[in-house]
């Protein structure tokens, strides 16, 4: 294998991603990894227009059966997708928690900034919406939810809402809880029962697009992905995997399903 692998991922899959790259270049060093985040809806239609993408991971299965039956170049966009790992949304708030946030009708608090996601194709909106309307009816107070929400600031992606609590310029802020992980020695994290917290929503998915250049290595990172070691990281990078992972379609080379 040699040449550079283009890798499309969802923004809330930083931090896995960027583990397994410097794994699988420690071992091939005749490849390059160049990633590229974003929105999910948003790197999907990037494939579409034609864009080179050897690897597509976004964090919902619906944004690649999106892809399924369309053509670019002639090729299928995707044929076939594996769902590999989970995710959950949570309240950050800085280090230490100084303002006592542990509940979701804490950030009604006049001394309490949040700052959300709020770009109008990414996925983190809605979730963001739901999570808090879910939390707060779990906790007796549904009323609250459109005042938290009117109120928030609205941060855009979700590396700018990390980046909002990280400046000072909110003092709490939710996210996936595998971007808190990537900077939890900064900030304290508000994890919230699975019955509202979105982790049977958010679902992370991994497919080779037909526009790849690097099939061979491509194939390889997502062995990587799926391997034991693979599982440890996304488990350590706050991305707890799907065990054996759940494939649609059909996959054209052998995974570890253990």
């Not at 299965?61 to 090729?75: A, E, M, T, W």
Request: glycine share 8%; hydrophobic share 45%.
């Amino acid at each position: 294998m040699e040449g550079m692998i283009t890798l499309f991922h969802a923004d809330s899959l930083g931090g896995p991603m960027s583990e397994l790259k410097n794994v699988f270049e420690a071992r091939n060093p005749d490849i390059k990894i160049y990633l590229s985040s974003g929105r999910s809806t948003e790197l999907a239609g990037r494939i579409l227009r034609g864009d080179i993408c050897d690897i597509f991971a976004p964090s919902d299965p619906q944004v690649v059966k999106g892809l399924i039956g369309k053509r670019v170049n002639d090729r299928e966009a995707a044929a076939w997708y594996i769902s590999f790992s989970a995710n959950e949304l949570v309240i950050i708030t800085h280090k230490g928690n100084p303002l006592r946030i542990n509940r979701m009708s804490d950030l009604i608090r006049d001394d309490v900034v949040m700052a959300r996601v709020s770009g109008a194709s990414d996925l983190g909106t809605n979730r963001t919406i739901e999570f808090i309307q879910n939390a707060l009816t779990e906790e007796g107070y549904p009323d609250l939810a459109q005042q938290i929400i009117g109120r928030a600031i609205q941060a855009g992606t979700v590396p700018e809402v990390l980046q909002a609590v990280q400046s000072g310029k909110a003092n709490a802020g939710i996210v996936y809880l595998s971007a808190a992980v990537s900077i939890s020695n900064e900030i304290n994290i508000v994890r919230f029962p699975a019955t509202v917290n979105l982790s049977n929503k958010i679902v992370n998915v991994i497919t080779i697009p037909g526009t790849a250049k690097n099939v061979k290595a491509a194939d390889n990172f997502i062995k990587l992905l799926l391997s034991v070691e693979g599982r440890e990281i996304l488990e350590r990078t706050g991305q707890p995997p799907i065990v054996p992972p759940v494939v649609e379609g059909i996959v054209p080379f052998k995974i570890p399903m253990e």
